[in-house]
């Protein structure tokens, strides 16, 4: 099956750029996904990208494919405290399943007052 | 627009017991999928039901099984608990089986 990898965590200071990155295996992927989730919490969208995009930018989030590499980067503009949370990349393929989501295991963000 | 609601929100069980978690989905969505989330393994798929037929399955043994009403409301059910089923489970709905994913809180299992 797939394997998604990210690196665990990831310290900036308030007003920073924070980028997180993630690497995944299945050229396959169609949809790759970047999800937040907060103490306790479940998991929110925050944005995805199809496999035919390189780019796509969300008000302070933008995030980079590079489909050749298998990588996926998710770029936090001007970071705030309440960025605080681990963020998780996932993807999904056509044979197992769109709603079917591997995810990595997520960066833990810490932002620094 | 009311999001996706999971009850009960936490459940002590004890080992060899049975347990049923419930997701009820965004008004209008038809697709469920079930996630485990664990320290050790992360977050991974259980399953995913669509208008009341499971399409997709993932790696887990026949105790953690699920179902889907004709209101898109779903359940799963896990028998023979095991201390290794503590986990969050999280539920996620989308309008097809081809839509982002809205996430409810999860279920907090812990088996003692």
């Known amino acids: 099956g797939e394997d998604v990898e990210q690196s665990l965590f990831l310290s900036v200071r308030e007003g920073d750029s924070s980028v997180i990155n993630c690497t995944y295996t299945d050229s396959s992927s169609t949809y790759l996904y970047w999800y937040k989730q907060e103490p306790g919490a479940g998991l929110q969208l925050l944005t995805y990208?199809?496999?035919?995009?390189d780019m796509k930018q969300d008000q302070r989030l933008t995030v980079l494919l590079n489909k050749k590499d298998k990588h996926l980067s998710l770029r936090i503009a001007d970071t705030q405290t309440g960025d605080s949370a681990i963020y998780f990349c996932a993807s999904s393929a056509p044979q197992t399943g769109a709603n079917n989501l591997f995810f990595g295991t997520g960066t833990r963000l810490t932002v620094i007052p | 627009k009311a999001g996706v609601t999971q009850t009960p929100r936490y459940l002590i069980k004890t080992r060899g017991q049975q347990v049923t978690l419930s997701c009820s989905p965004i008004s209008g969505h038809r697709s469920v999928s079930w996630y485990q989330q664990t320290p050790g393994q992360g977050l991974q798929f259980l399953f995913e039901y669509f208008s009341e037929t499971q399409r997709n399955k993932g790696n887990f043994p026949g105790r953690f099984s699920g179902r889907q009403f004709s209101n898109s409301r779903s359940e799963m059910n896990v028998s023979t608990l095991e201390l290794g089923d503590s986990a969050l489970y999280l539920c996620?709905?989308?309008?097809?089986?081809?839509?982002?994913?809205?996430f409810g809180p999860g279920t907090r299992l812990t088996v003692l």
């Open positions: 996620a709905s989308s309008l097809h089986s081809d839509n982002e994913q809205f």
């Open positions: 990208i199809f496999s035919n995009m």
